[in-house]
């Protein structure tokens, strides 16, 4: 899988770093010259030579920074843009590909203009397990063909024994080389919760206080009203029995159902977000080699959110108001007993096979483990459904997702990223059916 190099703003951001004195050091995926002679070969050859460095790099180690891919950069030094005149592609492919070979390491030209002047940037691929071993293909300033260059401390040098070693394991194990999906999520929707959670204290504040107002009003008024209070009352008695609770007993119920129900309502309205579709998705691993991978485990890691592995069959239930005030207690209302705890949601779809995910929510991160079992050669994978619930993101636009991977057939780690864009507008309160409503 191709990890995601630099932006073209990100590329710019680096040259202006180096040109402000914020860089200082070059490292082993950062090269910078002020300037080179293009009309000669010896001038030309520290292209070609850092390249070989820099693909001759450990992945683990190339991968601590910007995906592991290599930069060289022409026309920048601490304190200065100097630039550089047009570059052709074609004309520079001339010069590095004969020391580098046609099979040698994948790189690419990239330019980008600072200060009005143009800096030339050689963007070098990531380097990987099983990737040969790259030498220099054609003698040229006192290094013979054959040579094998590395990055130490910031620098391109011959390669000592324990780094070819080290090459030699590199050439040897297999590549573990994967693509992650997630399914649905061309846009990843997402919520504010806070306004969420208003409206239900706003819908709940309304219903108690709407309760309370009728019960106060219950057998109270004027001369005429109390007529009618008592005559309405009368009529409740024969139907419902005579009303045993004090209007303070009532209050009390009132205000018992109003806290249950705040705390069970953002509960039902995320399930019935869920159960619309928003936020569900599915993960797909596919096998880019043409070797079997065995006993594949997938980690995630994402930043702000929560994540719901068990989607519900619907959504939780809510406690009932209590019995109007002034209805006495009917045959139907003795013993009566709250829905939810009469019938409680039972998941049918227990299996004695160990579990497919493992959610770990780690203050406003969350790690998911995923596993996805064997995976034969340019073959996919899929997961069940699980759903990802984003509240009110940042200004990024984008949710990350890094993830890793490992086989217990293979050694090493493969890591990636993946950005996914999030839909411009929140869900609404309203955008989907609920029983939130009074």
């Known amino acids: 899988m191709q990890r995601e190099s630099l932006s073209d703003a990100r590329v710019r951001v680096l040259v202006e770093e180096i040109r402000d004195g914020v860089v200082l050091v070059e490292s082993d995926w950062l090269e910078w010259k002020r300037s080179l002679d293009f009309s000669s070969t010896e001038g030309r050859f520290p292209l070609p030579k850092n390249v070989l460095g820099m693909a001759n790099r450990m992945p683990e180690t190339a991968l601590r920074n910007l ?55 050689i963007e070098v691929a990531p380097p990987r397990p099983g990737d040969p071993i790259y030498t220099l293909r054609k003698e040229c300033d006192g290094f013979q063909r054959g040579t094998i260059f590395v990055r130490k401390n910031g620098k391109t040098c011959r390669a000592d024994d324990q780094d070819v070693e080290n090459l030699i394991q590199r050439a040897k194990h297999a590549r573990l080389d994967l693509d992650l999906l997630l399914i649905g999520a061309e846009r990843m929707s997402w919520f504010n919760r ?130 109007q005030f002034g209805k006495g207690a009917s045959l139907f209302d003795i013993g009566r007993i709250d829905s939810a705890m009469l019938m409680p949601r039972v998941n049918f779809t227990t299996s004695f096979d160990s579990p497919e995910f493992s959610v770990i929510q780690i203050d406003r991160a969350v790690e998911v483990v995923w596993n996805a079992g064997d995976l034969r050669p340019a073959e996919s994978v899929g997961s069940s459904e699980l759903c990802i619930l984003v509240d009110a993101p940042g200004e990024s636009g984008y949710l990350a997702i890094g993830w890793s991977a490992t086989s217990t057939n293979i050694n090493g780690v493969f890591e990636g990223v993946k950005k996914i864009p999030l839909v411009v507008r929140p869900t609404l309160f309203d955008d989907f059916k609920h029983d939130l409503h009074d």
Do not use: C
Request: aromatic share 10%; no cysteine.
């Open 194 to 323: 806070s306004a969420v959670e208003a409206e239900i204290t706003r819908i709940a504040d309304l219903s108690r206080d709407s309760q309370l107002e009728r019960a106060r009003a219950y057998g109270t008024g004027g001369e005429t009203e109390v007529f009618l209070s008592q005559s309405f009352s009368s009529v409740m008695d024969t139907v419902y029995g005579k009303e045993q609770r004090s209007l303070d007993k009532y209050e009390s119920e009132v205000n018992k159902w109003h806290t249950q129900w705040i705390h069970k309502a953002p509960q039902h309205w995320v399930e019935s977000y869920m159960l619309a579709g928003y936020g569900v998705y599915s993960l797909r691993l596919r096998n880019l080699t043409d070797q079997n991978f065995a006993s594949l485990e997938v980690r995630l890691h994402i930043e702000g959110v929560q994540i719901k592995e068990d989607i519900p069959l619907e959504a939780v239930g809510l406690p009932d108001k209590p019995r």
């Open 67 to 121: 995906g592991g891919y290599g930069y060289i950069l022409v026309g920048a030094e601490p304190g200065s843009i100097v630039g550089v005149n047009h570059m052709d592609p074609a004309q520079l492919h001339d010069w590095i590909d004969p020391y580098i070979g046609a099979t040698g390491p994948s790189w690419q030209l990239r330019s980008v203009r600072v200060d009005d002047k143009t800096v030339a940037v």
